[in-house]
């Protein structure tokens, strides 16, 4: 395998040092990094820590390991020493072999296979209402780090573990059954998963009129809560529903089949998918022999109530309660099960749990205890923590008023995209049905580019306005540029030719956007090694911002010489393949015209 010009540059500085100065500098010491623009050069390596080998100043010691360099590198043409940093050009011949050998090729950018196996968890629903925008977040998120996975390399399962059961579901088949009079998505003309919403907020308006009313009469809030006819009520519904009554199993089946419809829509529209599901109505009661052989190691201990406990307060933890005095689970119990069921389903390297970080504490315990379990994948297991997205006051109103569902912030992108793309006129000769296409693609293109271009772990405030800006670090701003080099790719009839010469010149613009795009694969590699979408969301930004600047600078279709604008062409092919690779990986669609 050819080696890149880093790694020539990194094994002969080694050998200057050895050469030299006598020393034995390890490679994973040598820092390079690219050249700060107000410098001379494109790749900087770090001086400092040779200084100790050669016992001169740093820059009397980058001038030594330039001179090397130059006489063992034929692609260095000049370098200069800043205080500690060698800052070091590369001819244009070398960039121009670069992008016809490498960067120009099909599927320039994707990893070969690394033989590992990964599964991505992501959405995990409750089936009592529709999904929001914190689902969003982690749809997005989830689907676009499987994908940025498998173009690094791996072997990627994309898991979803929906919350079918419990109290909340029982919540909204209670209150169906009291004042619903039959009422069904096709009957009512609402998606599914609205109908079942509506009648979850229903329960909790009535719930909270009962608790009103207990208090009134005297009972505290807390006794007012467990009293409540319609909980106790929605209590018993549960354990029939445990019990497996046939009218509630019914029922439940019915208004999950609804749901799940509705959610299905809101995927395909928000473009995510799912390899496997899991159904926790199916894995709530796993779990238990885990905590059976955990009790048999000494893992666990077992209290007076017969309770089943872990200590971890000499982990810097707590004491967790595994399984309750009466043998039902727990919610950890289920996930120690379900954590099982997937490594014996796919046997995976790695597991990732795209999870709000509200859970944060939860899976410390939960990969902890399996390490202490003796599992040998538990090392592979990660919580994918990300923070909560906040709207501007205002904005945008749900139909209950608190949370914004996806539906409805759907709705507002499409038709911001709409009316911010028909006050600029980029709709001329568009068909109606290419219009809407557009209109989709852009709305969910801006809130996409959005919400994956801050790092997960940072909460975010999203501007549904701001996000669709054509000219700022957005989305729409990039969907723009794909366009703008596939109009010049139309105009200049363009059809993968071949470039005639290697150009031994190059205009500054293009060999700083053949330096950004040679970057794409090992974006790609460690965007996939730190579960960042918004690595590679920002990699893809610098490069459309890169191509608007040789685009205004360099003549393309004009240029004088024909082999000059048949290398631009091809240039900006390159271009626009990466974008378009790069924002597929983020779940993003581009257009073909604007």
Same mark, same amino acid.
């Given at each position: 395998?050819?080696?890149?010009?880093?790694?020539?540059?990194?094994?002969?500085?080694?050998?200057?040092?050895?050469?030299?100065?006598?020393?034995?500098?390890?490679?994973?010491?040598?820092?390079?990094?690219?050249?700060?623009?107000?410098?001379?050069?494109?790749?900087?390596? &770090?001086?400092?820590?040779? *200084?100790?080998?050669?016992?001169?100043?740093?820059?009397?010691?980058?001038?030594?390991?330039?001179?090397?360099?130059?006489?063992?590198?034929?692609?260095?043409?000049?370098?200069?020493?800043?205080?500690?940093?060698? +800052?070091?050009?590369?001819?244009?011949?070398?960039?121009?072999?670069?992008?016809? *050998?490498?960067?120009?090729?099909?599927?320039?950018?994707?990893?070969?296979?690394?033989?590992?196996?990964?599964?991505?968890?992501?959405?995990?629903?409750?089936? +009592?209402?529709?999904?929001?925008?914190?689902?969003?977040?982690?749809?997005?998120?989830?689907?676009?780090? /499987?994908?940025?996975?498998?173009?690094?390399?791996?072997?990627?399962?994309?898991?979803?573990?929906?919350?079918?059961?419990?109290?909340?579901?029982?919540?909204?088949?209670?209150?169906?059954?009291?004042?619903?009079?039959?009422?069904?998505?096709?009957?009512?003309?609402?998606?599914?998963?609205?109908? &079942?919403?509506?009648?979850?907020?229903?329960?909790?308006?009535?719930?909270?009129?009962?608790?009103?009313?207990?208090?009134?009469?005297?009972?505290?809030?807390? #006794?007012?809560?467990?009293?409540?006819?319609?909980?106790?009520? /929605?209590?018993?519904?549960?354990?029939?529903?445990?019990?497996?009554?046939?009218?509630?199993?019914? %029922?439940?089946?019915?208004?999950?089949?609804?749901?799940?419809?509705?959610?299905?829509?809101?995927?395909?529209?928000?473009?995510?998918?799912?390899?496997?599901?899991?159904?926790?109505?199916?894995?709530?009661?796993?779990?238990?022999?885990?905590?059976? #052989?955990?009790?048999?190691?000494?893992?666990?201990?077992?209290?007076?109530?017969?309770?089943?406990?872990?200590?971890?307060?000499?982990?810097?933890?707590?004491?967790?309660?595994?399984?309750?005095?009466?043998?039902?689970?727990? $919610?950890?119990?289920?996930?120690?099960?379900?954590?099982?069921?997937?490594?014996?389903?796919?046997?995976?390297?790695?597991?990732?749990?795209?999870?709000?970080?509200?859970?944060?504490?939860?899976?410390?315990?939960?990969?902890?205890?399996?390490?202490?379990?003796?599992?040998?994948?538990?090392?592979?297991?990660?919580?994918?923590?990300?923070?909560? &997205?906040?709207?501007?006051?205002? =904005?945008?109103?749900?139909?209950?008023?608190?949370?914004?569902?996806?539906?409805?912030?759907?709705?507002?992108? #499409?038709?911001?995209?709409?009316?911010?793309?028909?006050?600029?006129?980029?709709?001329?000769?568009?068909?109606?049905?290419?219009?809407?296409?557009?209109?989709?693609?852009?709305?969910?293109?801006?809130?996409?580019?959005?919400?994956?271009?801050? #790092?997960?772990?940072?909460?975010?405030?999203?501007?549904?306005?701001?996000?669709?800006?054509?000219?700022?670090?957005?989305?729409?701003?990039?969907?723009?540029?794909?366009?703008?080099?596939?109009?010049?790719? *139309?105009?200049?009839?363009?059809?993968?030719?071949?470039?005639?010469?290697? %150009?031994?010149?190059?205009?500054?613009?293009?060999?700083?956007?053949?330096?950004?795009?040679?970057?794409?694969?090992?974006?790609?590699?460690?965007?996939?090694?730190?579960?960042?979408?918004?690595?590679?969301?920002?990699?893809?930004?610098?490069?459309?911002?890169? $191509?608007? =600047?040789? $685009?205004?600078?360099?003549?393309?279709?004009?240029?004088?010489?024909? +082999?000059?604008?048949?290398?631009?062409?091809?240039?900006?092919?390159?271009?626009?393949?990466?974008?378009?690779?790069?924002?597929?990986?983020?779940?993003?669609?581009?257009?073909?015209?604007?």
């Amino acid at each position: 395998m050819t080696q890149t010009i880093q790694q020539q540059l990194i094994h002969h500085i080694k050998q200057a040092v050895k050469t030299l100065f006598d020393g034995d500098l390890p490679e994973g010491q040598i820092t390079l990094q690219e050249t700060r623009k107000e410098f001379e050069g494109q790749l900087t390596a &770090v001086i400092f820590p040779i *200084t100790r080998f050669s016992r001169k100043s740093p820059e009397a010691t980058g001038e030594a390991i330039g001179q090397y360099l130059m006489q063992h590198l034929p692609e260095i043409t000049s370098f200069n020493t800043i205080k500690g940093f060698l +800052n070091i050009s590369l001819s244009d011949t070398y960039w121009a072999t670069l992008f016809t *050998t490498h960067i120009s090729a099909e599927g320039f950018g994707r990893l070969p296979s690394n033989g590992r196996k990964l599964l991505v968890e992501y959405s995990s629903p409750n089936t +009592n209402k529709p999904l929001h925008l914190g689902h969003i977040r982690n749809n997005l998120l989830g689907y676009s780090v /499987a994908e940025i996975l498998k173009a690094s390399g791996y072997e990627v399962t994309k898991a979803n573990l929906v919350n079918d059961r419990g109290i909340h579901i029982c919540k909204s088949m209670l209150a169906w059954q009291r004042w619903g009079n039959g009422e069904t998505p096709e009957g009512s003309g609402m998606k599914g998963d609205h109908l &079942v919403g509506k009648y979850y907020v229903l329960f909790d308006q009535a719930y909270k009129k009962e608790i009103d009313a207990l208090k009134a009469a005297g009972q505290s809030e807390e #006794e007012a809560k467990k009293n409540a006819p319609l909980i106790r009520d /929605a209590q018993e519904l549960l354990r029939r529903w445990e019990a497996g009554d046939p009218e509630v199993i019914t %029922l439940w089946k019915t208004m999950n089949g609804w749901v799940y419809q509705g959610f299905e829509e809101t995927y395909q529209r928000l473009g995510v998918d799912f390899d496997q599901y899991y159904y926790e109505s199916d894995t709530y009661l796993l779990g238990k022999d885990l905590i059976k #052989e955990g009790l048999d190691k000494g893992v666990f201990y077992r209290k007076e109530d017969q309770s089943v406990w872990i200590d971890l307060t000499a982990d810097g933890l707590d004491e967790k309660l595994v399984l309750r005095g009466d043998g039902t689970s727990v $919610y950890i119990t289920q996930d120690l099960g379900t954590a099982q069921l997937k490594y014996d389903d796919f046997g995976v390297d790695e597991s990732i749990y795209v999870v709000g970080n509200e859970q944060d504490y939860h899976f410390k315990v939960l990969f902890l205890i399996l390490k202490k379990l003796g599992k040998s994948w538990a090392d592979g297991l990660f919580h994918l923590s990300y923070g909560m &997205v906040d709207l501007p006051s205002g =904005k945008m109103k749900s139909r209950e008023g608190t949370v914004v569902d996806a539906d409805d912030l759907m709705d507002e992108m #499409e038709d911001t995209a709409r009316k911010r793309t028909e006050e600029l006129g980029k709709t001329e000769g568009l068909a109606a049905t290419e219009k809407a296409h557009l209109y989709h693609i852009i709305g969910m293109g801006a809130l996409k580019y959005f919400l994956l271009k801050v #790092e997960p772990k940072k909460r975010l405030l999203f501007d549904p306005n701001e996000s669709i800006d054509f000219q700022g670090h957005t989305g729409p701003f990039i969907q723009y540029t794909h366009a703008r080099i596939k109009s010049v790719l *139309t105009k200049g009839d363009y059809g993968s030719q071949s470039i005639i010469e290697l %150009l031994t010149v190059l205009a500054p613009a293009e060999r700083d956007l053949i330096q950004l795009l040679g970057n794409y694969p090992a974006v790609i590699e460690s965007a996939a090694r730190e579960f960042s979408p918004a690595q590679l969301a920002n990699y893809i930004y610098d490069v459309a911002k890169q $191509y608007n =600047k040789f $685009y205004h600078e360099e003549s393309i279709l004009k240029a004088e010489d024909g +082999n000059v604008r048949d290398f631009r062409m091809n240039l900006s092919a390159a271009t626009a393949r990466v974008i378009a690779d790069g924002m597929k990986l983020l779940g993003i669609e581009v257009p073909e015209r604007m």
